[in-house]
């Protein structure tokens, strides 16, 4: 299994809603990412986890809450989200840094309203 | 924060024709890649060229990495309309063991039939 699976693919909430998106790779990579990106914007980083642990919290405010339950599974937990929140988020993995690559997911379309 | 910049921001050729996209960055770098991204789907990895090497071929794509200069190339030869998305240069400038890439703006490509 070469990819990471991202779910759901398009979600549409409430300012008040409390969310969940979910990512997966069984790939045995170590270190799992969230990216946010914005129409015509490049990826900006939110969050690494490096054996389960957080590592980089890119001055995301407290409404995105990221959890890495186990190596495989990444979430990152949504509440009282803003319309500018309004993106695409793309969950990636990697096996270690220098050596390859990050392996990215097709990414969830998140419209808040 | 943005690392890279890409140079043209939008490129249109037609097919069969060679294309030609630049990158700089700011700081020393671990290594460089390059991504490509179809329209609102996920990121797919092309090629990582670390700061040690010069050039890198992959398929048609060549890239080229001038440290001196804090710039990178990628050439795609023989285009084909299948080539047509946003193309991303990321850095890792991170310590030992970074898990942080950074991502440039982008380039545009557009490749006629």
């Known amino acids: 299994d070469t990819e990471v699976t991202q779910t759901p693919k398009h979600l549409v909430m409430g300012m008040t809603n409390k969310k969940s998106l979910k990512c997966e790779q069984h790939?045995?990579?170590?270190?799992m990412y969230w990216y946010k990106q914005k129409a015509k914007k490049p990826p900006e980083l939110m969050f690494v986890y490096s054996y389960e642990k957080l590592s980089i919290n890119e001055s995301v405010p407290s409404r995105f809450s990221p959890e890495c339950p186990n190596s495989s599974l990444l979430n990152l937990h949504l509440h009282a989200l803003q319309p500018e929140d309004s993106a695409l988020y793309l969950c990636?993995?990697?096996?270690?840094?220098?050596?390859?690559?990050?392996?990215f997911g097709s990414g969830t379309r998140l419209t808040v309203v | 924060s943005q690392q890279g910049e890409e140079d043209p921001q939008a490129l249109s050729i037609q097919e069969g024709e060679n294309a030609t996209m630049n990158c700089s960055y700011k700081t020393s770098i671990n290594n460089l890649q390059w991504y490509r991204q179809n329209s609102g789907r996920g990121l797919v990895h092309l090629i990582l060229?670390?700061?040690?090497?010069r050039e890198k071929h992959s398929g048609r794509l060549r890239v080229t990495l001038d440290t001196s200069k804090k710039s990178s190339s990628l050439l795609i030869t023989a285009s084909r309309a299948a080539d047509t998305a946003s193309y991303f240069c990321?850095?890792?400038?991170?310590?030992?063991?970074?898990?942080?890439?950074?991502f440039g703006k982008g380039t545009k490509l557009s490749v006629i039939p």
């Open positions: 990636a993995s990697s096996q270690a840094p220098g050596v390859d690559g990050y392996t």
């Open positions: 990321a850095t890792d400038a991170g310590g030992a063991g970074s898990y942080q890439l950074t």
């Open positions: 060229i670390r700061s040690n090497e």
């Open positions: 790939m045995g990579h170590r270190a």
